[in-house]
């Protein structure tokens, strides 16, 4: 290949291929190189959509089995159709990613399958599946390659017994037992896929609570919903050693005074953090370093060391999240084509699928406990929501923290029915700074669980929510 592009960018995950489009919409000539088959990385072919594909599935389970009594619904025998639930994820996904090849299309950016390797800050080697090598040249390129899932020493993955979040999405059968090493995003998520399917789910977790990057009332809550869902959790615990025998899997767990203790499962899934991808990308070749999670640094245009040579998403230090990734997809190409772009990192939204909901933005209490800002807290609880009591939907609540002096939001944390769209005022009102007496004195539609963030808002302000 001998044209020169503008922007090639390697990797089409959320970051790489909404960094193409907007390229391409601004008017540069793209390229992207992807080593896998199907556009749209982890996100897309085995991490946001194909889990969530899952996660409403099973809750279709679920409440079929467990909440329609209490609406008056009777069913017959209901079971799970597990082929079929893992052929319209499948679908999802196929239709998901063929939607990336569409958009590939429409905006004419040029796509090359295979693995990108440095030659020089504008020259990338292509290594195709059939090994064929070719060369692509561009003026700037854009690293977006991702993360791949940690792994823990003790605990070698064999993709059968002891597997990842890839494979976790589609295992050949429902497993009886199943251990969870870590109580993060991914252990609950996919830890309540299968909880609601009849799988014993016992979580192992290093730190005092579920989702220890969220405010702490949010893992609290979060542990006492998923007891519901028979899914036990052994925190400050960590797994020292594994084997595979007769197709169990036997672990020896110590907790935080080294006493240690043994189970055995039919499956464990290693949920415990991801790590960036940028082993084998030929940086030495370019003469850029990562640090020692393998995260490259950037500027504020998200520049590396390496003078045209950008990175944005996973590979870049920051929370591991897709829209992170995209914004600064569109901000990087924003910038090289001259826009003042810059992307707010205190209001970016973090989002749990289990169900209820997690979701937060901002300062969460415990950090501005431990930073010693003044501020104040107001909380509903859904309970008291008539739209929550009325769906059969009244577990949670609601907490809106603001500046002492300023009423300035800082934070928003709730865990209750549909958080993951609610989140979205919050951050909306914290982008343009609202006050808590602002979402107060916004109306809100009656019955809707929006209004439990005017109550707590209103909470906050130190007026008294209406409704509690
Ligand atoms: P995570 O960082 O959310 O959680 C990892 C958990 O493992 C932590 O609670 C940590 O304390 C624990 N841990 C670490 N080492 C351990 C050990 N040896 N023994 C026991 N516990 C240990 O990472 P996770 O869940 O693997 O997710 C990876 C990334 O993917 C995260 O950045 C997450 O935000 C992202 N993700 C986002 C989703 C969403 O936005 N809904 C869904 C799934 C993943």
């Not at 960094?19 to 008017?27: D, F, K, P």
């Not at 467990?66 to 893992?86: N, P």
């Not at 869902?229 to 080294?258: E, G, P, Y």
């Not at 209001?347 to 501020?375: C, F, M």
């Amino acid at each position: 290949m001998s044209d020169t592009y503008d922007i090639g960018v390697i990797g089409a995950g959320p970051g790489g291929y909404v960094a193409a489009i907007r390229a391409a919409q601004l008017g540069f000539r793209v390229v992207i190189i992807e080593a896998q088959a199907t556009l749209g990385g982890t996100c897309l072919n085995w991490g946001c959509i194909p889990s969530k594909a899952l996660l409403d599935s099973s809750e279709h389970y679920h409440n079929a089995t467990k909440a329609f009594a209490v609406h008056g619904i009777k069913t017959g025998k209901v079971s799970v159709d597990w082929r079929q639930m893992q052929q319209r994820k499948n679908d999802v996904i196929a239709n998901t990613t063929a939607g990336i090849d569409y958009l590939m299309a429409k905006n004419a950016i040029t796509v090359v399958h295979g693995l990108a390797t440095f030659e020089t800050p504008s020259r990338v080697r292509v290594t195709a599946s059939d090994n064929a090598v070719s060369t692509v040249d561009a003026a700037k390129w854009i690293i977006a390659t991702g993360s791949t899932a940690s792994e823990i020493p003790s605990v070698p993955l064999d993709g059968r017994y002891i597997i990842g979040s890839n494979e976790a999405i589609s295992l050949p059968k429902i497993p009886k037992e199943m251990v969870v090493i870590g109580g993060g995003v991914i252990g609950v998520e996919l830890g309540s896929v299968y909880a609601r399917l009849g799988t014993a789910v016992t979580i192992v977790e290093w730190s005092d609570r579920l989702i220890p990057g969220m405010d702490s009332d949010l893992g609290k809550a979060l542990r006492k919903s998923l007891s519901g869902l028979s899914i036990t959790c052994h925190f400050k615990t960590k797994v020292v050693a594994s084997t595979v025998a007769n197709k169990r899997v036997q672990l020896t767990l110590a907790d935080s005074n080294d006493k240690t203790r043994t189970m055995d499962t039919d499956v464990v899934l290693v949920a415990v953090g991801r790590r960036a991808n940028t082993a084998g990308l030929g940086l030495e070749a370019i003469g850029l370093q990562t640090n020692e999670r393998g995260q490259i640094a950037v500027d504020d245009q998200y520049e590396t060391a390496v003078k045209g040579v950008y990175a944005i998403g996973d590979v870049t230090p920051g929370p591991m999240l897709a829209h992170k990734a995209s914004e600064e997809g569109v901000v990087c190409v924003e910038r090289m084509a001259g826009h003042a772009a810059r992307l707010n990192y205190a209001t970016i939204p973090g989002v749990v699928y289990t169900w209820p909901e997690v979701a937060g933005v901002g300062d969460t209490e415990d950090a501005l406990k431990a930073s010693g800002r003044g501020y104040k807290v107001g909380k509903f609880l859904f309970k008291a929501s008539g739209r929550a009591r009325a769906a059969e939907e009244s577990e949670g609540f609601v907490k809106v923290i603001s500046d002492a002096q300023t009423d300035e939001v800082l934070g928003v944390h709730m865990i209750g029915p549909r958080a993951s769209d609610m989140i979205g005022e919050a951050v909306v009102a914290m982008e343009f700074r609202a006050s808590a007496e602002d979402i107060g004195m916004i109306t809100h539609a009656h019955p809707t669980f929006s209004e439990a963030v005017k109550e707590a808002a209103l909470g906050a302000t130190g007026q008294r929510p209406i409704h509690m």
